[in-house]
C-alpha cells in the first residue's frame, strides 16, 4: 500500500494494516509513506514500470486522468460479489468522483469538507453571538468588522475578522460554475454574472472592507497561523487542520461552523480514495484489504486521527466522528451534504493551476477583475478543446 501522510496518520494506516492482517492471516500488508510533493510522481513511475503497488491513495481531482489512461482496476466486478458492501452506504459525493460510467474505480476514504472555524474567546470579548447554521455573507461581512482592530492605533491592523474566503466555494454559493457541467465539461464559465459576483465578493473581503488580509500581506505567515496566534477570528479550512489546533491552539476556545450562504448552502465535493492499479499481481488481495480500509472498521480508526471527515454514512452519524472536540462536528456532515463535485477533467491539475495563477492577479490587485476573467475562460475554452 503506497500512500503520503504525516507521521500521525501513517500510524493510524498501521493499525488498519495490523487489524485487517489479523482477519486476513494469509495476507501481508507492506505500508509504504512518501512525502506529498514526491508521492506522485512515484505513483507515476512504478506504474509506468510495470512495477505498481496493490494499492495506491489518490485524491479526487486526479481520478479522471487514472482511469481514461487505464491505470486502474475496474472494481465493479467485487462489488458484484460481495453484496454486504454496498455503495449507498457512502455519502454520494464522496463516490462521485471515482465512477465514470456506473463502473466504480475507486473507494472513497474521506470527504474534504471545509467549515468555517472560528475564535469563541474574540467573539466573546466583542460581545458576539457565535456564528451559527443559517448564516449568510453579509452576517459574514458585519461581523468581521467588528473582529477587525487596530488596538494601538498605528494605523496597522492587529487583528482580522476572517483569514480569507474559499473562492469556490464563494462561486457555488452565489449559485455559479466555473463549468457547463461535471461530466466532460466544454465550457468555462468564469465570465459569467454570479462568478464575477463571486469573485468579488471575495477581493472586497480585502480592498473594501478591509476584514481580511491581503496576500500580500502573508509575507511573514499564513492564515493558520495567524488563527493560532489570535490574529484572526475566522478561517475557512478541512479537518485535517483539526490535530494541529487541538495541538498548537492554547490561549483561547475555538469551534466550527457551516459556511455562510448568499443564494444557497454549497459545500466542497474533493477528497480522496483507495485504488488498485491495472497491473497489480495482487488485486483479489488488495480488494479486499480496501474493502476494510473504507468499511466501518477501517474507517472508524481512522477517525482517530481527527485528519478526516468520513465519507461513511455510519461512520459521519457515530461516536467515533462525532465526539469533540471541535464541539460542533455535524457542521462538517451538514457541508457533506451540500458539497458539489468538481469537474471531470483529464487534465484538471493542469487547469486548476492555470485558473489559480490567473486568479491570483486578482488577489494581488495587479489587473482588473472583469479583464481577468474574460481572459482567462477564452483560455481554458481552449485547453477543454
Not at 13 to 37: L, S
Not at 49 to 61: W, Y
Not at 283 to 288: L, N, S, T, Y
Request: net charge neutral; with cysteine.
Amino acid at each position: 500500500y503506497l500512500t503520503r501522510g504525516e507521521p500521525v496518520l501513517l500510524e493510524i494506516w498501521k493499525k488498519v494494516a495490523d487489524e485487517f492482517m489479523k482477519e486476513n492471516p494469509g495476507i501481508t500488508v507492506r505500508i509504504e509513506n512518501v512525502d506529498y510533493n514526491g508521492y506522485w510522481s512515484k505513483i507515476l513511475t512504478m506504474i509506468t514500470a510495470g512495477t505498481p503497488p496493490d494499492v495506491i491513495f489518490l485524491e479526487s481531482n486526479r481520478m479522471t486522468g487514472y482511469i481514461e489512461k487505464g491505470a486502474l482496476t475496474d472494481l465493479t466486478p467485487f462489488l458484484t460479489k460481495n453484496k454486504e458492501f454496498r455503495i449507498k452506504d457512502f455519502f454520494d459525493v464522496a463516490i462521485q468522483p471515482y465512477m465514470k460510467d456506473k463502473h466504480v474505480y475507486g473507494l472513497p476514504n474521506d470527504v474534504a469538507a471545509i467549515v468555517m472555524f472560528y475564535n469563541k474567546s474574540l467573539f466573546d470579548e466583542a460581545g458576539l453571538p457565535y456564528p451559527k447554521k443559517g448564516w449568510t455573507w453579509d452576517d459574514l461581512i458585519k461581523v468581521s468588522k467588528k473582529l477587525t482592530k487596530d488596538k494601538n492605533k498605528d494605523n496597522v491592523i492587529d487583528q482580522y475578522g476572517l483569514a480569507y474566503y474559499d473562492s469556490d466555494l464563494a462561486i457555488s454559493q452565489n449559485n455559479g460554475s466555473m463549468f457547463n457541467r461535471v461530466e466532460k465539461p466544454t465550457q468555462c464559465l468564469l465570465n459569467t454574472k454570479a462568478v464575477k459576483e463571486a469573485v468579488k465578493f471575495c477581493y472586497d473581503l480585502s480592498y473594501t472592507y478591509k476584514v481580511a488580509p491581503k496576500n500580500s500581506d502573508f509575507q511573514d505567515t499564513d492564515g493558520r497561523m495567524m488563527f493560532i496566534m489570535g490574529r484572526v477570528a475566522m478561517i475557512p479550512d478541512g479537518h485535517w487542520m483539526v490535530p494541529k489546533f487541538k495541538k498548537e491552539i492554547t490561549g483561547f476556545k475555538w469551534d466550527v461552523v457551516v459556511m455562510p450562504r448568499k443564494k444557497k448552502m454549497a459545500g466542497s465535493g474533493r477528497g480522496s480514495c483507495l485504488a488498485i492499479p491495472a497491473e497489480s499481481k495482487n488485486k483479489e488481495a488488495a480488494f479486499r484489504f480496501i474493502k476494510f480500509a473504507t468499511g466501518f472498521e477501517g474507517q472508524k480508526l481512522l477517525m482517530q486521527s481527527d485528519f478526516s471527515a468520513p465519507a461513511l454514512k455510519s461512520i459521519a452519524g457515530s461516536e467515533y466522528f462525532l465526539s469533540p472536540p471541535p464541539q460542533n462536528e455535524r457542521a462538517f456532515i451538514d457541508m457533506i451534504k451540500c458539497a458539489e463535485l468538481e469537474p471531470k477533467l483529464s487534465n484538471w491539475d493542469e487547469v486548476r493551476d492555470y485558473i489559480n495563477r490567473e486568479l491570483d492577479k486578482i488577489w494581488l490587485d495587479l489587473e482588473p477583475m472583469d479583464k481577468v476573467l474574460d481572459e482567462t475562460t477564452r483560455d481554458v475554452n481552449k485547453m477543454l478543446k
